[in-house]
């Protein structure tokens, strides 16, 4: 079949959106039909190439990157579905989950679906099931972003990819679930365990840190400080749950001290569109003995040095940990955080500032760089 799709034909180039052809689903793969997909902060660093696969690794592994229809945050219909599929049928609505979870391997039957193995060929631009492509243009297989492409009408992905949903949630809403949402409240709730009485910092407040806010505030912490330099953010923040709020950690160094008495936060949790080295010193600063920092954003993969001071890091015995997809099992925390959003105790649809045409995804992701979106989304 033909349909629309966004596709990064390089990095550092624009958004295509174009015609595809998508093959029908084969064993184990599914065919949706999406509603929209929200505009990930992963998808710009695919663009800028923070997220680029150099090119001796690529060869190595048999990868081809790019080109590459973008987008892991999204949600539909389930329309077809290939031969040996077992857990969905044609009408189901489902979620995609931005990191398939088999079931199988030793991480999922443990209880870290969100370090699946298949996590492996997140950036490999192929169908898990069998390592070939089913989207293709201009004569060439095309990649899809996080085994799923959710910036096209349609998509054909692995059943494990796709988490079923009742289907009295409205698609574009629980779309959001597939990344942000339960990536930042389970980086406060699972990956910082934020407990009741807590103080905690959240810095950068997009559409993964507003839930972080979010879910630190539906812990019980007594304290949740948002950290961004937009003040739009800021103001927002305060609706999501913050009861402080600062344009920087700096800034928020200095309240928490104020407000703790000298003893700093509980809890910090980075979310800020790019991973910075120089942002690891501080909030380890602003966090007290035996604290500690979840590192929840994306650094570009050239980065390898982090200034930091290991004497104190021992001596106070502070923890620095990273956290993908929120330390979440997907096929339990995505039914229930739509559950909570049914029960009015989640936020969704306020998460949503603007919606774009396929066709509006530059201009969405200008929107996203100028700050003016707590989370954009395409609707088809
Ligand atoms: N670990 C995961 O599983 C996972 C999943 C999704 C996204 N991410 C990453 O999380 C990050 C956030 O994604 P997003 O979609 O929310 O991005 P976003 O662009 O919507 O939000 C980032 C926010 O950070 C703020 N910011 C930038 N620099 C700052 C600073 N120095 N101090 C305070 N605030 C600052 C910006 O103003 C913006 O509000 C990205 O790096 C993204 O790639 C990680
Ligand atoms: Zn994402
Ligand atoms: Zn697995």
Redesign the pocket.
């Known amino acids: 079949m033909k349909m629309k799709a966004a596709i990064i034909w390089a990095p550092q180039t624009d958004w295509s959106v174009e015609e595809v052809e998508l093959d029908p689903p084969k064993a184990g793969e599914v065919l949706v039909k999406l509603v929209g997909s929200g505009?990930?902060?992963?998808d710009?660093?695919l663009l800028t190439g923070d997220m680029t696969v150099p090119d001796e690794t690529a060869k190595e592994l048999g990868l081809q990157q790019f080109p590459v229809i973008g987008g892991h945050e999204g949600a539909g219909e389930v329309v077809e579905v290939g031969p040996g599929v077992t857990s969905l049928q044609p009408g189901d609505h489902v979620v995609f989950g931005?990191i398939p979870a088999c079931g199988r391997c030793p991480s999922c039957s443990t209880g870290h679906q969100?370090l699946c193995d298949l996590g492996a060929f997140l950036l490999a631009g192929r169908q898990v099931t069998d390592f070939t492509a089913r989207h293709h243009a201009r004569g060439q297989d095309l990649g899809i972003m996080c085994c799923i492409g959710t910036f096209g009408e349609y998509t054909v992905a692995s059943e494990a990819s796709c988490i079923k949903i009742e289907k009295d949630i409205p698609l574009d809403k629980a779309a959001l679930v597939g990344?942000?949402v339960t990536?930042?409240w389970g980086?406060a709730v699972y990956a910082a365990g934020v407990q009741t009485g807590e103080s905690v910092i959240v810095?950068?407040?997009?559409?993964?840190?507003?839930n972080a806010v979010q879910g630190a505030a539906m812990s019980g912490a007594r304290h949740v400080i948002a950290?961004?330099?937009?003040e739009f953010?800021r103001e927002q923040a305060q609706f999501f749950g913050a009861t402080h709020t600062a344009s920087?950690?700096e800034e928020a160094t200095a309240l928490v001290m104020d407000l703790t008495w000298g003893q700093m936060a509980d809890k910090t949790i980075i979310?800020?569109?790019?991973?910075?080295p120089n942002?690891i010193q501080p909030a380890l600063l602003a966090t007290k003995k035996g604290g500690r920092v979840v590192h929840?954003?994306?650094?570009p993969m050239e980065m390898q040095n982090v200034p930091m001071d290991l004497f104190s890091l021992t001596l106070m015995e502070k923890q620095l940990v990273?956290?993908?997809?929120?330390s979440a099992n997907p096929r339990r925390d995505i039914p229930r955080l739509l559950r909570l959003y049914q029960e009015g105790k989640l936020k969704l649809d306020e998460l949503v500032t603007k919606t774009y045409p396929i066709e509006g995804i530059n201009e969405g992701y200008q929107d996203?760089?100028d700050?003016k979106?707590?989370?954009g989304m395409l609707i088809y």
């Open positions: 505009l990930c902060h992963s710009e660093h931005f969100n990344c942000g990536t930042g980086s810095i950068g407040c997009g559409g993964v840190g507003m950290v961004d330099p937009v953010k920087s950690i979310t800020v569109g790019v991973g910075d942002l929840t954003s994306v650094a990273g956290s993908i997809f929120g996203m760089r700050g979106n707590i989370r």
